[in-house]
């Protein structure tokens, strides 16, 4: 496994965490929904479901530029700029709805 493969692997390891970490906040957000009554608590509710599919978005990515990298050869391009935010962050954000 080259360098490049380790660094990619590591995205898509963090990617696939801060996906999980998403769907988690969505489903305690909706769970929590059931008791809303507010506009403020359904524009929550909306938010964090904003982010889960961000989420997905850049997990698809990394997934299709690591599957590529691995089984094609290919290099991701330099324009790649994806989710850059420290891993520690993920559970915080998401736990506040961000």
Known sequence: MTQLDVVWR????F???HYEEAKEAVIRAAEHAQCA???HEYHDMER???AERAA???YTQVLAIFTRLVLDGKAPTDDY???????SEVGQNFSQGR
């Open 37 to 39: 009554h507010s506009w």
């Open 56 to 58: 997905l978005r850049e």
């Open 10 to 13: 590591k995205r898509l390891e």
């Open 81 to 87: 700029e994806g989710d850059q935010c420290d891993p």
């Open 15 to 17: 990617a696939a965490l």
């Open 48 to 50: 964090t479901m904003e």
